[in-house]
């Protein structure tokens, strides 16, 4: 764990960083923030933020304060705040969040539920997902 100043939202909590080159197969849950530029098979838990880097990979459900976006993520992702997908940000799989911000190059296949954080924890309804290109 380490002391980092450098995650959005963080401020003085602990900050759990998965480098490049390392590879999680299991569940991963953690009270502060968690930086992936890795790779994870399994799910994935936060009380606070949850960054999967432009080199992160993710191939499970994420559950988290906010979420961004930058590398692959391949499941469900459920935001109590925020959900953001940056611009490399490849995401295959439902977003369930109270606000979701998308900028210009993310890839988005899924279907997107958005409301009040009190509604956060319920099951999505699904439809044919379309893929989303934004440019």
């Keep these: 764990m380490l002391k980092s100043n450098s995650f ?3 401020r003085s909590e ?3 960083v998965i480098s ?3 590879k999680i197969e299991g569940k991963l849950s953690c009270s502060g923030s ?5 790779e994870v098979q399994g799910d994935i838990s936060s009380q606070s933020t949850v960054i999967v880097g432009e080199n992160g990979k993710v191939n499970g459900q994420i559950n988290a ?3 961004t976006i930058g590398g692959k993520v391949t499941g469900t992702i459920r935001a109590k705040e925020k959900v953001m997908l940056e611009s ?3 995401l295959k799989g439902d977003i369930i969040t109270k ?3 998308v900028d210009a190059g993310a890839v988005f296949n899924g279907n997107t539920k958005m409301g009040d954080s009190g509604n956060i924890g319920s099951p999505i309804e699904t439809s044919k997902p379309q893929d989303t ?3």
Excluded: C, H, Y
Aim: neutral net charge; without cysteine; charged residues 30%.
């Design 8 to 10: 959005e939202g963080t």
């Design 14 to 16: 602990e900050a759990t």
């Design 20 to 22: 490049r080159g390392v």
């Design 34 to 38: 968690i930086r992936l530029d890795g």
């Design 65 to 67: 304060e906010s979420i």
């Design 88 to 90: 490399k940000g490849n």
């Design 99 to 101: 606000t979701l911000s």
């Design 133 to 135: 290109i934004v440019k």
